[in-house]
């Protein structure tokens, strides 16, 4: 069974920055997708950045140019570094892992799942 923990969320200003941490622990896929996710109160949970364990990566519209997302494999932490924050990336986000078969930006297809760090940026 894999473990996430995040870490890293708090409260910004609109501009500001924030690096977000999932240390995972417990069986870890060999091959895997990770991402980064993020849900606001009455919405659906999106897709923020994913990786997999070539490297690959992918970011939604909405943040390419201000996140970076990362996988250091020595610490079995995935880290999301968020700048130039704006209001509307306020959510409660989530990282979660699967092994790397189809797509990895897709929530639906994750099923190990962190508790969530909450990002609230204010303008």
């Known amino acids: 069974q894999v473990h996430l923990v995040e870490s890293g969320g708090g409260s910004v200003q609109a501009g500001g920055s924030l690096r977000l941490s999932c240390v995972a622990s417990g069986y870890t896929y060999i091959n895997y997708c990770m991402g980064w996710f993020r849900q606001a109160p009455g919405k659906e949970r999106e897709g923020v950045a994913s990786?997999?364990?070539?490297?690959?990566?992918s970011y939604a519209d909405s943040v390419k140019g201000r996140f970076t997302i990362s996988h250091d494999n020595a610490q079995n932490t995935l880290y999301l570094q968020m700048n130039s924050l704006k209001p509307e990336d306020t959510a409660m986000y989530y990282c979660?892992?699967?092994?790397?078969?189809?797509?990895?930006?897709?929530?639906?297809?994750?099923?190990?799942w962190g508790q969530g760090t909450q990002v609230t940026v204010s303008s």
């Open positions: 990786i997999d364990s070539n490297g690959v990566t």
């Open positions: 979660a892992t699967k092994p790397r078969r189809g797509v990895c930006y897709d929530p639906s297809l994750y099923n190990d």
